[in-house]
């Protein structure tokens, strides 16, 4: 599978888009939205930009995007504010896949302009936004061209499903699993954390050549404690959705041979793993390495259970993988499925996802 062109958020605004189930990605960056702004303040003190690019690097399409550039924006006017320069102009770059839904964004890029010019027709600046597909684990801008780059749950998301995964007769060795389980062998959480290794690495070079000295990352991940990969966080809500597709087997709507061959192209680092890909590579200064933690408020609300706030929102994250596996069919009965296991979970005990979140500076 080609996952350049296969894997994305679901796009639109219906009830089960990305756009509508972003909720807990928000929550996690407004968590350390204090890091972010401290570190952009640190940014324009140290670099005093003229013109200021910043790229948003796994942009997605819902609202999030836009209300992240609001943010940055106005903490660098406030900065600028504070030590008395003129704010700079700003280069707003926005990266995903190419199947990204690019144009639920641009469709609100109207009211976002008009937002941004308010009340500054005397000291205006200039605003360009634009659109980057591509995947970031590669080059995507020319050199030296950003200061700033934001990835906000986006790296987390591997390039490809790690080839260690598959053995001489391109069968999967974790058959039995779609992540790294307690089913599965040891080879399989070593597949996955050298392909984590080979992407973060070359994200890492690749933005090297394209910010500019002094220049910041502001980066958030899905992660993990400690060295144990298998814990009651994310790899619970895999090992669940596993056992959701499992279900479907039993009843006969999914093909046993269709679940053995499905694979997640995710992986939740440590903190101390990230920390050691940023020492190997060398170009970045780690600035913050910070974890937090999401409880059950961050995707449960009064109207729906906390097991299906999070099977819509997992549904908006993988359904497209889903659907290109598995088919249409099946997608409202497995997620049926998925979120009253969540919901007979969490009356045992909760689930915490662990977040982290790293600043860089290149030196």
Request: glycine share 6%; charged share 25%.
């Amino acid at each position: 599978m080609d996952l350049e062109k296969a894997f994305h958020m679901k796009g639109g605004l219906d009830e089960t888009s990305y756009t509508k189930n972003s909720a807990l990605q928000k929550r996690g960056a407004d968590t350390v939205r204090h890091i972010t702004l401290e570190s952009i303040e640190k940014l324009i003190m140290e670099t005093r930009p003229k013109s200021m690019g910043i790229a948003d690097m796994g942009c997605s399409s819902g609202p999030n995007t836009l209300s992240n550039v609001k943010e940055i924006i106005a903490a660098v006017e406030d900065t600028c504010r504070k030590i008395g320069d003129a704010a700079p102009e700003f280069r707003v770059y926005l990266n995903d896949l190419p199947t990204n839904d690019f144009n639920t964004i641009f469709q609100a890029l109207p009211d976002f302009y008009r937002e941004f010019n308010a009340g500054k027709d005397h000291d205006r600046r200039p605003l360009y936004v634009a659109g980057f597909p591509g995947t970031f684990y590669g080059r995507i801008f020319p050199d030296n061209c950003l200061h700033l780059v934001y990835s906000s749950y986006s790296l987390h998301w591997l390039s490809r499903v790690p080839l260690g995964i598959y053995d001489e007769r391109n069968l999967s060795i974790n058959r039995k699993s779609i992540y790294i389980s307690t089913r599965s062998e040891s080879g399989v959480w070593e597949a996955y954390y050298k392909q984590f290794q080979e992407d973060f690495s070359l994200f890492l070079k690749s933005r090297c050549e394209e910010v500019v000295n002094g220049g910041k990352m502001v980066l958030i991940f899905l992660g993990r404690e400690g060295p144990c990969h298998v814990d009651r966080g994310i790899s619970l809500l895999w090992e669940l959705l596993y056992q959701s597709l499992a279900t479907l087997v039993d009843r006969g709507e999914v093909e046993v041979g269709r679940l053995e061959s499905y694979e997640v192209n995710f992986y939740a680092p440590s903190k101390e793993e990230l920390e050691d890909e940023v020492r190997k590579q060398g170009c970045f200064k780690i600035e913050v390495v910070h974890k937090f933690h999401m409880d059950r408020d961050a995707t449960a609300s009064n109207s729906i259970s906390y097991g299906n706030a999070v099977a819509k929102a997992v549904r908006s994250i993988q359904e497209p993988m889903i659907s290109h596996h598995f088919g249409h069919g099946i997608l409202d009965k497995l997620f049926h499925l998925y979120g009253k296991l969540v919901d007979q979970e969490m009356v045992k005990d909760h689930i915490t996802s662990t977040s982290i979140v790293l600043v860089l500076t290149k030196s």
